[in-house]
């Protein structure tokens, strides 16, 4: 049963430059959630996909937006790299309202790590 | 306001005893649920535990459970028999309300997380 996978494991930009980082959900899930963790913190939610649209939300400015593709798979895209977007961007899948017992548990990919010099 | 505190910076246990870390709510829907995750030093979070609001008992998972005190809003995680593997992140989640059959809802608020280092 594949997990939750994300590419690349690690990324250099430099600042202005864009962004684009892969998501594969686990085998079976529907929907993909995107956070950012800085350093020393906790993920800040940036947004969801479900059905190939964008469903929440967080406060996160236009420069962050994403796709979910028919296969569920979903990209990250950032433009215009601040240093500030210099963190851990995670990953996250869940089974689609139709089918879970609403645990809603997400799961989680092994992150993509971003350095914006 | 937090809405998710995690006071615990970070925790020392020995090997092969238990350990509670403790994690506080904030919240004003009566549906919500509670998650907890580990972070190894290598990134990903993975997942330990949940609570719903509406759950009579406490949730268990092998070696952890949830310590779950509705009316005080806390939702301690205890690891029990610790193991040298335990040292890592430990987070504390929260989901308010009820998914919506649209989908929306998933959204996850997390605390700042405690450190826990196991002593051989």
């Known amino acids: 049963d594949a997990g939750v996978t994300q590419s690349p494991t690690h990324l250099i930009k430099t600042r202005g430059q864009q962004v684009t980082l892969r998501c594969s959900p686990k085998?079976?899930?529907?929907?993909v959630s995107w956070y950012q963790q800085a350093l020393g913190q906790g993920p800040q939610f940036i947004f969801q996909?479900?059905?190939?649209?964008?469903?929440q939300r967080g406060n996160f400015p236009d420069r962050f937006s994403g796709h979910q593709f028919p296969n569920y798979s979903s990209e990250l895209n950032v433009n215009a790299l601040l240093l500030g977007d210099s963190a851990l961007y995670l990953c996250?899948?869940?089974?689609?309202?139709?089918?879970?017992?609403?645990?809603?548990?997400?799961?989680f990919g092994p992150g993509t790590r971003l350095t914006v010099l | 306001a937090q809405k998710i505190t995690q006071t615990q910076p970070g925790m020392f246990v020995q090997e092969k005893e238990a350990v509670t870390l403790d994690c506080t709510y904030d919240?004003?829907?009566?549906?919500?649920?509670l998650f907890w995750y580990k972070q190894p030093s290598s990134g990903e979070m993975i997942f330990l535990i949940y609570?719903?609001?509406?759950d009579q008992q406490n949730a268990t998972e092998g070696r952890y459970s949830l310590n779950f005190q509705k009316a005080r809003k806390s939702a301690n995680l205890v690891i029990s028999a610790s193991q040298l593997g335990d040292s890592a992140m430990y987070f504390c989640?929260?989901?308010?309300?009820?998914?919506?059959?649209?989908?929306?809802?998933?959204?996850?608020?997390w605390g700042l997380g405690t450190s826990l280092a196991v002593n051989p």
């Open positions: 996909y479900y059905e190939e649209e964008e469903r």
């Open positions: 085998s079976g899930h529907d929907t």
């Open positions: 609570q719903g609001s509406y």
């Open positions: 996250a899948s869940t089974l689609g309202p139709l089918h879970t017992g609403y645990t809603d548990t997400q799961y």
């Open positions: 919240t004003s829907d009566p549906s919500y649920g």
């Open positions: 989640a929260m989901r308010e309300g009820v998914t919506s059959l649209a989908g929306n809802n998933r959204k996850l608020i």
